[in-house]
C-alpha cells in the first residue's frame, strides 16, 4: 500500500516539477528576505507578491486572530520577528532544501525546538507544568519524559496532545479551540 | 518490486544532496558484490544502535562505559520505544526482593517456567543466560541505573511471584534513567532519525548505515539519506513488529487490521527485513502473542489488562454466550487468547469488590471506570442481563467456582487460586469483556549468545549484533510476562559489550 502510494506520488511529482520547484523557490525566497527584513506584513498585502500572498496569508491571519495559538502570542504582544528573528540562516538552508526535494510541499510544517520556545518560556515553565496538572494526567509531566513542545502545541494549525494516539483522557473535552479536540478518542 | 524501484530513486535524489560518488550506486542494487568505494561518510562512531528502547539503550550504556564512541538513532519523535510505555514488571529469579517476601526461586526453575511456556521451542542456550543473568540485570537497573521497583507481582504461567515492578508501574522508570545516564555519558538519542538499509563492505562486514534525517513517522519520503559509519559494529534493537500489519498476516494470517495492538504505533518490521536482506537467519516468525487481558473497550494497552491480570485467580473468566468458563486463568497467554479468539465474541472477566479492593491499584480502578471499560453491578443478575449471559447456568458456574476457590483446587481447569482469595460474593461486581489485541513478537533474528547475528550459514554476520524485541529464540512460543525485560536488559548490555570489544575496520 505504502509502496503503491509512493509510486503515484512520484508520477504526479514528475507531472509539476516545474511550477512546483518554482513556486517552492519563491516561496522560500519570499520568506526568507520578508522575514529577514521585518516586511512580512506588508509583503502579504502586495499585489506584486500575490503569487506568494496565499501562502503567507494563512500565517499572518493566524496571528491577526482567530484561535490558534499565534493569535494568543499576537495578544501578548509577540511578533513574526521575535519568533523567526535568528532563523534566517536556517531558513536560506531550508530553501536549498525545497530546491532539491522539499518542493511538494513548499511551506512545509517547520519544527520548532524546544529551546526555542524555552527562550521565552523558561521561567514561566514551571507554572505551565502545575497548570496542566490534570490528576488523571499531566501533559507536561508523563512517562514519556521531556518531549518537544511542537509534539503538541502548534501556533499557525490546531494543536494536538501526542498522548491521544494512546489514552484517551477525559480533559481534552475542556481545551479550548487552539486545539484539535474532535481527533480525541478517535 | 516497486517498494525497491522507489527505494532506489531515493537513494539516487539523496545522492544529488549528500553529494556522494556514483560507485556507492553498486551497493544499493541490492545485488552482487557490496562496495563502499565512493561512499562519503556523513557520520561516525565506534558503536552505532539503532532503536532506543531497553535494548538499544542498555548495549548504547554498556558500550559507552567500554570506551566506545557510541550514536544510538531514533525513527521517532520521542524515544522509548516499546519499553517506555510498558508495564514496568521485571522478571528475576532469586532476588532479594523475593527473599523478603518469602518466594523461594532459582534460575533453574525460572527457565523451567519458559520452556515450558515456550512449548520448549525456546533456543535453550539463550533462555538460560536470561534466566541466569536476570538478578544482576534488575540489580544494575536499581543500583547503577537508579530505578526504583517497589513490588513483587505475578503473572500467568510463572510458578511463583518474580515479577519486579516498578514504582511507577511503568518501564519508563527504567527508560528515563537509562536517558539519563547516557546524557551523563554524553550520548544523546538522535530522535527523527530512520535506519534504511546496511552497508558492508567486500567481506560482508556491517560498516555503517544510512539513515533519514528528519524523517517523520508515517512519511516514507520525509527526511534525507544520511550515512553513519560504524567504525566497530552496529547494535540492532529496533523492536518487534506487531503494529506492522503487512508482516503479521504474512506469518499469522488471522491478525488482520481487525485486531487492534498494545504496542506504540513505530513498531513496524523494516529494519528486521533490512538484516534478512543481507542474509539473517530468523526464528519463530509466527510466534506472534496476542494480549488475553485486553479490552475492546479502550484504545492501546488501557486499564483493563492492570485489572484482570491482577484478578486472576481470584475471579472466573465466563464465556457469555453459555455462562461458563472455558479457560485457565491463570494459563499462558496463548492459551488464554486462543480460547478466547475460538469463542468469538469478547468474554467476560468478573470480580468481587473483596478481590477488586485486595488486588487492583485504586487509580487503576477509577481510571477503568472512568473510561468506561472498567463496569460495576450490584448483583450478579444485574451482569447476566446487561451481557446476556443465561442466568441459571452462570450462577451454577460461580456457586461451582466458589467451591474450588473455598478448597484452593479448581478441578475443572486447574487455575492457581489466589493466596488468599475468597468465594466470589461481596457486592459490587466488578466486570470487564477481554477481546485479545496484537502484544509481543517472540520471533526475529537468529543470534548467539554473544548477541551476534547469524547468517544463514549459522555463522556471525561481521559487524552486527541483535538484541531485545528483534531478536528471536529465547521465548520460543509464548513469552511470559516481565521476561521482555529481562531479556532486553541482559542481551542488550551483552551486545553493547561485545560491540564494544571489536576490532575497528576502519
Ligand atoms: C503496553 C506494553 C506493556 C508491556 N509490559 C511489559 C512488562 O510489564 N514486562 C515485560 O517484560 N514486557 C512488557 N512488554 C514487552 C516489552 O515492553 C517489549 O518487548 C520491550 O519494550 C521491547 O524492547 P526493545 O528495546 O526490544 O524495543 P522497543 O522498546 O520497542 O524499542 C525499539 C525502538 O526502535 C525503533 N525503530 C524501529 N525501527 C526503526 C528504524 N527503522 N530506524 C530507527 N529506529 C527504529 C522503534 O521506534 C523503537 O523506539 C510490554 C509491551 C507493551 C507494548
Not at chain 1, 520578508?34 to 506584486?48: E, I, R, T, Y
Amino acid at each position: 500500500m505504502e509502496a503503491h502510494n509512493g509510486q503515484t506520488n512520484e508520477v504526479r511529482k514528475k507531472a509539476f516539477f516545474r511550477p512546483k520547484v518554482l513556486l517552492g523557490v519563491l516561496a522560500a525566497l519570499v520568506v526568507v528576505a520578508a522575514v529577514a527584513g521585518g516586511v512580512l506584513f506588508q509583503a502579504s498585502k502586495k499585489p506584486s507578491f500575490c503569487a506568494t500572498c496565499h501562502i503567507i496569508e494563512p500565517y499572518y491571519n493566524s496571528w491577526k486572530g482567530g484561535d490558534l495559538l499565534a493569535a494568543k502570542h499576537a495578544e501578548a504582544g509577540v511578533d513574526c520577528l521575535d519568533c523567526h528573528h535568528k532563523s534566517t540562516v536556517a531558513k536560506i538552508g531550508e530553501g536549498i532544501n525545497y530546491l532539491t526535494g522539499n518542493y511538494e510541499n513548499p511551506l512545509k510544517e517547520r519544527d520548532f525546538s524546544m529551546e526555542e520556545c524555552l527562550s521565552c518560556h523558561k521561567d514561566d515553565f514551571a507554572e505551565a507544568v502545575a497548570a496542566t496538572d490534570f490528576g488523571e494526567s499531566n501533559p507536561h509531566d508523563s512517562h514519556l519524559g521531556e518531549i518537544e513542545c511542537h509534539l503538541c502545541h502548534k501556533m499557525h494549525r490546531q494543536s494536538e496532545v501526542y498522548c491521544a494516539q494512546c489514552h484517551d483522557f477525559s480533559w481534552y473535552k475542556d481545551l479550548d479551540k487552539s486545539w484539535k479536540t474532535e481527533l480525541a478518542g478517535s | 518490486m516497486i517498494e525497491k524501484e522507489i527505494k532506489r530513486r531515493d537513494f539516487l535524489k539523496g545522492i544529488a544532496t549528500a553529494g556522494l560518488a556514483v560507485a556507492g550506486v553498486t551497493a544499493l542494487a541490492g545485488c552482487g558484490p557490496k562496495t563502499t568505494e565512493g561512499i562519503k561518510w556523513n557520520e561516525e562512531a565506534d558503536v552505532v544502535v539503532i532503536g532506543s528502547g531497553f535494548a538499544g539503550l542498555a548495549a548504547a550504556i554498556e558500550a559507552k562505559n567500554a570506551g566506545a564512541t557510541v550514536k544510538v538513532i531514533e525513527k521517532m519523535p520521542t524515544p522509548g520505544g516499546n519499553s517506555i510505555i510498558n508495564g514496568g514488571d521485571f522478571a528475576a529469579a532469586g532476588t532479594a526482593m523475593q527473599k523478603e517476601q518469602g518466594v523461594e526461586d532459582s534460575p533453574e526453575l525460572m527457565l523451567q517456567d519458559m520452556l515450558k511456556a515456550g512449548l520448549y521451542l525456546n533456543h535453550v542456550d539463550k533462555a538460560r543466560i536470561v534466566c541466569e543473568q536476570s538478578k544482576d540485570a534488575l540489580e544494575w537497573a536499581i543500583n547503577y541505573l537508579g530505578a526504583k521497583f517497589a513490588r513483587l507481582t505475578y503473572h500467568g504461567g510463572h510458578s511463583v511471584p518474580r515479577t519486579h515492578q516498578t514504582e511507577s508501574a511503568s518501564g519508563s522508570e527504567v527508560v528515563n534513567k537509562m536517558l539519563a545516564k547516557l546524557k551523563e555519558l554524553g550520548v544523546n538519542v538522535e530522535l527523527r532519525r530512520k535506519f534504511v538499509r546496511f552497508i558492508q563492505n567486500e567481506e560482508g562486514r556491517v560498516i555503517g548505515i544510512e539513515v533519514r534525517d528528519g524523517y517523520k513517522f508515517g512519511d516514507e519520503k520525509s527526511g534525507t539519506p544520511v550515512f553513519i559509519k560504524a567504525k566497530k559494529a552496529v547494535v540492532l534493537a529496533s523492536g518487534g513488529f506487531s503494529q506492522d500489519v503487512k508482516m503479521r498476516t504474512i506469518h499469522d494470517p488471522r491478525l488482520t487490521e481487525e485486531f487492534e495492538s498494545t504496542n506504540q504505533p513505530g513498531a513496524t518490521g523494516e529494519a528486521l527485513r533490512e538484516a534478512l536482506k543481507i542474509g539473517a537467519m530468523d526464528v519463530h516468525m509466527d510466534w506472534i502473542q496476542l494480549g488475553p487481558w485486553a479490552s475492546p473497550d479502550e484504545k492501546g494497552f488501557g486499564y483493563v489488562p492492570l485489572f484482570s491480570e491482577r484478578v486472576i485467580g481470584y475471579g472466573p473468566i465466563i464465556n457469555p454466550k453459555t455462562g461458563k468458563r472455558f479457560v485457565n486463568e491463570t494459563g499462558n497467554r496463548k492459551e488464554r487468547a486462543d480460547a478466547i479468539i475460538l469463542i468469538g465474541v469478547p468474554v467476560i472477566h468478573i470480580a468481587d469488590s473483596y478481590a477488586v479492593e485486595k488486588q487492583v491499584v485504586p487509580s487503576t480502578l477509577e481510571a477503568g471506570l472512568k473510561n468506561g471499560a472498567i463496569k460495576k453491578y450490584n448483583t450478579l443478575e444485574e451482569v447476566a442481563k446487561t451481557y446476556n449471559i443465561p442466568l441459571q447456568p452462570f450462577l451454577a458456574e460461580i456457586a461451582r467456582w466458589n467451591s474450588f476457590v473455598a478448597k484452593g483446587k479448581d478441578d475443572d481447569f486447574n487455575c492457581k487460586i489466589g493466596k488468599d482469595a475468597k468465594p466470589l460474593g461481596t457486592p459490587p461486581f466488578y466486570v470487564v469483556r477481554l477481546w485479545p489485541k496484537v502484544h509481543h513478537c517472540m520471533g526475529g533474528l537468529v543470534t548467539n549468545t554473544k548477541a551476534q547475528v547469524l547468517n544463514q550459514d549459522f555463522e556471525p554476520i561481521k559487524g552486527l549484533y541483535a538484541a531485545g524485541e528483534v531478536m528471536g529464540g529465547t521465548h520460543g512460543a509464548v513469552r511470559l510476562g516481565g521476561v521482555a525485560m529481562a531479556d532486553c536488559i541482559v542481551f542488550g548490555r551483552i551486545a553493547g559489550k561485545e560491540a564494544a570489544n571489536e576490532e575497528p575496520w576502519a
